[in-house]
């Protein structure tokens, strides 16, 4: 009997226990061995999930791990916890290993390895920036080490730098938590995810919920105290006391290992891979989740977007493939959603800036509607902004933003777009109706409508 | 200059009015004169509002009028109420209409013809059905007449005949009116729209709000009353006391004039149209709304489907033809929503019925998953099944059946169905993620990976 091939795992999140998984279940221990490696304190665990468990509504950290570490092992994977991945030796097929709490060092060769070393927030080389009471929010530690510090009681005043998504949802987390909130943000709006004119509806909101927000502002230090932790977020025009800091500037994909190896990475430093998830010119070398670049079917270019659900896919599709399956991973359109307060925010293809980048042009237009018949009880507005390519009238992009019943009407886009279908075509979708559910023409219809309209006036 | 055109419109609801407005917006008074004749007191109205009307829910019968018949005069159309066309004549490009208030009747030349005129009530032919008390439910008239009746108070004994959408709606609304309320139905489970182990799930939340459901029985006969007005349904084996009995037994085509007329009718009794809704072998003669034939793109056939939604589609299309643009209805696939109680039910495409008469093979699966992350507050299970093709693995159906914001996502699957999707492909749809909204794999996804490994394991 040959021996068993090895399957070498850096990263124990969602792409690289999910590839880990599946590659468990067609493959048995006697056929493949595999071995995977976390740094932090926990596993599989959904990092989307942090600003509720900061905010209160979910018992955190537990509720958040879709898997311990414990039921990995009795799964018949070798998981390491706190244990580094400190290089890669392409050419001897091995990984170097640090034991993180007993410094211990050891080589692990591989017949497959998986890249799946997720991303870092992004950490502006800013004065005072690596002071105590400044967090990122990528992680279980990091939400944790927020619970530790002020942010964990309430009354404090806290300052979040950035306003896309996680910014966003940790600003009201810490709002509900008892804490004076104020948002900076570099844009003219926040959630730069969408165009500013649908971003000023979640200025509002987020308004409204007594959260300051600042916006076309640039921070320029941060002040700390003789504690060495963070007093203040320092702008050119004014200082904002704080006790405690979150970036909320987005993330870069956690790339070192990769690129000290010589793997080839994208201009956003995420890894770059064939559709089947293998690194590029690498037969035996996976990477999934947050440190890749991912294909954008709309603008027909790769780029870095971390997201929980693309990391489980992308890990789906590498132990398929390890496990002697096929599978690949096609791309992706742009799809997010999120939720301030109960104003529900979502996003899908290209915004304006993003259609004119890759060389389309375009009409949009955007439309207001009701989430259910307009006499039914608790229909809520909702502002639906659709964009589609002049000509050819092919859908290029859906924002919308409204209350309970509005975010994941944009799934419809997402399809659309994934079928390369016309606004035209649109109009005709035979979309679930009753009163409960949607307006006679669901909001999206009355975009597609609207835009088919404006495509046929623009001419070719 | 020209003398106008003459368009009529047979039927002041949806596609009717829905034509008329397009086609008046299109093209001045002087171009095109409109005259739309409705023998009803009410015109542009949500039919499927009158569940939650009676239910209480909502203020009708004014809110569910999307335009009332003093608007669409005020906006150009000559709009007729209570005036019933009584016979058509093609070759004099001519129609009757007698004036229900005054008997006065008259023709009335046209240049385009748009014949909206709806679906009645399945009327079994029972002894007895003709009984005061007997009540259909398409028309705001009908909801007008079960208030005016024992249905418009309290307390009385109400026997719903029909578990389809209309019969478990209302089944609902008695039962909130406060009337102790039996359905009956033929069928093995309730909502014969879906298979029956799904269907099993809304006989389950139906018994849960306290309503008797009755499957597997034939109504035999109603009794009546020495005043005319019915007193018990009766099945072989039972006599159920009724105040009032609700037809939900689904409807027909309302075609007795085209039928006369010598129009092309299909199978079901609903005109046969073209892409553009232009009756078949009738250049200048349109049909939509519940009184056509729709094609199923999925089962490659027309059938009869009476939906607002498609109504108001079919009227735009028309309004637009007639109005000298251009557009098609290339048809449907067979997406329904619904509510009963707390529980969202939903469907599209093909059953598994459906689908093995359209010469289908196909394998089946079902899927359990929640609404939201598991973890976020609010999260609620939901039940997907779904079919796909042997061999290709294309999209056949989806059922879903479960709480808040099961019902809906039952669009993701109607676009792909449009777009011809394979279930391996839909694995990699790029679906709106965040714990408020979905679990990292939306239950769509859930559903669509079983299904894509169904497929593989049942081969060729």
């Not at 002020?150 to 940790?170: D, T």
């Amino acid at each position: 009997m040959a021996a068993a091939q090895r399957m070498v795992v850096v990263g124990g999140d969602a792409a690289g226990m999910s590839a880990a998984s599946r590659a468990r279940r067609l493959r048995k221990p006697g056929e493949l061995e595999i071995t995977a490696f976390e740094r932090g304190h926990f596993s599989s665990y959904s990092a989307c999930g942090i600003p509720y468990w900061l905010g209160g509504d979910v018992e955190g950290p537990d509720a958040l791990i879709a898997r311990s570490p414990q039921e990995h092992r009795e799964r018949g994977i070798d998981l390491r916890m706190r244990t580094e991945v400190t290089e890669l030796d392409v050419a001897g097929q091995r990984v170097r290993s640090r034991d993180l709490e007993s410094g211990t060092e050891a080589w692990h060769g591989y017949d497959h390895l998986v890249l799946a070393t997720g991303a870092r927030p992004v950490r502006p080389p800013l004065e005072g920036i690596d002071a105590r009471g400044v967090h990122g929010v990528q992680t279980l530690d990091d939400g944790q080490a927020l619970l530790d510090g002020p942010a964990g009681s309430s009354g404090r005043r806290a300052v979040v730098i950035g306003a896309g998504y996680i910014g966003v949802e940790m600003a009201e987390a810490l709002t509900r938590r008892g804490h004076e909130v104020t948002v900076i943000e570099r844009a003219e709006e926040p959630m730069s995810t969408l165009d500013a004119d649908m971003g000023a509806l979640v200025r509002d909101a987020m308004c409204g919920m007594g959260i300051e927000v600042v916006t076309r502002t640039e921070v320029t230090a941060l002040r700390t105290g003789p504690d060495g932790a963070v007093t203040a977020v320092v702008t050119e025009g004014k200082e904002y006391p704080a006790d405690v800091v979150v970036l909320g500037l987005g993330v870069r994909p956690e790339t070192s290992l990769a690129e000290a190896a010589g793997l080839p990475l994208g201009e956003s430093g995420g890894l770059l891979t064939d559709l089947a998830m293998r690194v590029r010119g690498h037969e035996n070398i996976w990477a999934g989740g947050d440190c890749v670049e991912v294909w954008d079917l709309v603008a027909g270019r790769s780029r870095h977007i971390a997201l929980g659900t693309h990391a489980n896919k992308h890990g789906q599709v590498i132990g398929a493939n390890i496990g002697g399956g096929y599978a690949t991973f096609p791309g992706v359109v742009g799809t997010a959603v999120s939720k301030v307060c109960d104003l529900e925010i979502a996003r899908t293809g290209l915004l304006e800036a993003q259609a004119a980048a890759a060389g389309l042009r375009f009409v949009a237009v955007t439309a207001e509607s009701t989430s259910r018949a307009g006499y039914y009880p608790g229909a809520r507005p909702m502002t639906v902004k659709m964009l589609a390519e002049r000509g050819t009238g092919r859908l290029l992009g859906v924002q919308i933003v409204g209350r309970e019943g509005a975010g994941k009407r944009v799934d419809v886009a997402a399809v659309a777009l994934t079928a390369r279908m016309t606004v035209e075509q649109m109009t005709a979708l035979d979309l679930g109706y009753a009163p409960p559910f949607s307006p006679v023409w669901d909001p999206v219809l009355v975009a597609a409508r609207k835009a088919a309209a404006a495509v046929r006036a623009a001419g070719g």
